[in-house]
């Protein structure tokens, strides 16, 4: 009897709760929050950090003007800048030009040293992620404001 029941009460709430509305609600998607600038270059900082030590040194600087040489002829022109990050490509073209120091269309790892240096601005012989950040902003906002709003 007492199994009778069991097996009544279970069907009477199995078909009460059929002829309920549902409770639960379609799950939304999350709309995705803009990322920064700022955020974005902590990112890449981390991600160009190869060792993970929270610096970056003048051969992990020199490691990624080696990636970027993609042909290996010992420097880095447009093209190859331009292709290997996610930005813009008029900003990437005038943040290539800000960096070719010399002005002859390709970066050559004789001028890494000087970006470095640019980056290290305490001197200390690495390069932090603050100053990192800071120093991308500054670029970043040098060259948004030389090609304007309406070319980016």
């Known amino acids: 009897m007492w199994t009778s029941l069991c097996l009544v009460a279970g069907l009477l709430l199995c078909v009460g709760a059929a002829k309920q509305p549902s409770t639960t609600t379609k799950p939304t998607k999350p709309t995705p929050t803009p990322l920064s600038q700022e955020n ?49 490509k008029v900003l990437a073209i005038e943040v290539y030009k ?13 001028e890494v040293p000087r970006m470095f ?23 970043y906002n040098l060259v948004k404001k030389e090609i304007g709003p309406d070319k980016k």
Not at 49 to 61: H, P, R
Not at 103 to 110: A, D, E, F, K, R
Request: hydrophobic share 30%; net charge negative.
């Open 40 to 88: 974005f270059y902590r990112i890449l900082f981390r991600r160009e950090d190869w060792n993970g030590d929270g610096v970056q040194s003048l051969s992990e600087f020199e490691r990624l003007w080696r990636q970027a040489d993609l042909n290996g002829d010992g420097s880095v022109n447009l093209t190859e800048y331009t292709s290997i990050g996610p930005s813009s």
């Open 98 to 110: 800000y960096l070719d120091h010399d002005h002859n269309g390709v970066i050559s790892l004789q």
């Open 117 to 139: 240096t640019a980056f290290d601005t305490n001197y200390d012989g690495s390069i932090s992620e603050q100053e990192f950040v800071r120093e991308k902003m500054r670029i």
